[in-house]
């Protein structure tokens, strides 16, 4: 039973069944249950500005290679000893078992790299004052500044070690909303650096020219502090 090539009866991984394949045959069947697909699937969390982490299964070490895969199954429950091997193969012709979290090797230190850079290169891109004013095209765009937002990246690398030890790869739930700083926007003073008041052509007879017009700037003050303040 110890020297033979074929995997033990009731051996699976990630609910496909390899019992009594060879690992040739193990890998075919891997490959038909889409196992390299899997491997490109990713873990995500969201975080602030739309920014998000990614984590993908493969590299991670949650999805190894099926040729790994095959040959881990093909040696598990083949004791050192006859009546060890024994009994485990008699066990699998009864019961089941699925080995999926004894094939995994995930790189924590791949985790947390991807974690770190994905909120370093969101605190980035936020101003250093409270917030940021821009007018283009008519529309006025506030960027509110991190100062004050803490991100827990230990609670992220745990929330998405769990769902790549359960195959859960879809965006994992982090709630940064509570964390983000409160910082209240001056509204009226924004609104009195950029108003600008319309300003129409007007004809000059004395010198026979028109007076520049120009756009106005102006927005509704309180319904624009609802809108950002609340």
Same mark, same amino acid.
């Given at each position: 039973?110890r020297? !033979?090539?074929? *995997? +033990? ?7 496909? @069944? ?5 690992v040739? %045959? /193990? &890998?075919?069947?891997?490959?038909e ?17 739309g920014y ?11 999805i ?31 019961? !089941?078992?699925? *080995? +999926? ?6 790189d924590? @230190? ?6 770190? %850079? /994905? &909120? ?6 936020f ?23 803490t991100i827990d ?22 709630d940064?909303?509570?964390e983000?700083?409160?910082n ?8 009195d ?6 300003k ?9 020219? /028109? ?15 609802k809108?950002?303040?609340n």
């Amino acid at each position: 039973i110890r020297q !033979s090539d074929r *995997i +033990f009866p009731g051996i699976s991984v990630a609910d496909i @069944d390899l019992g009594g394949k060879t690992v040739e %045959e /193990a &890998v075919s069947v891997l490959d038909e249950n889409g196992w390299a697909a899997m491997g490109e699937k990713n873990v995500t969390a969201a975080l602030p500005a739309g920014y998000k982490v990614t984590v993908n299964a493969a590299q991670s070490g949650a999805i190894r290679p099926a040729e790994e895969i095959a040959k881990l199954a093909e040696t598990y429950g083949k004791k050192t000893s006859f009546f060890g091997s024994l009994a485990e193969y008699l066990h699998g012709m009864t019961f !089941s078992k699925d *080995i +999926f979290s004894e094939t995994q090797k995930i790189d924590e @230190d791949y985790v947390k790299t991807q974690i770190s %850079e /994905a &909120v370093e290169e969101m605190y980035s891109s936020f101003p250093e004052k409270p917030y940021d004013v821009s007018l283009e095209n008519r529309e006025v765009t506030i960027i509110r500044s991190a100062q004050g937002l803490t991100i827990d990246q230990k609670e992220i690398q745990d929330e998405v070690m769990d769902a790549l030890k359960q195959r859960n790869f879809t965006q994992v739930q982090y709630d940064f909303s509570s964390e983000i700083p409160e910082n209240t926007v001056d509204i009226q003073g924004i609104h009195d650096s950029i108003y600008r008041e319309v300003k129409n052509a007007v004809y000059d007879p004395s010198t026979g020219a /028109a007076t520049q017009s120009s756009s106005g700037v102006d927005f509704n003050v309180e319904e624009a502090t609802k809108l950002v303040n609340n």
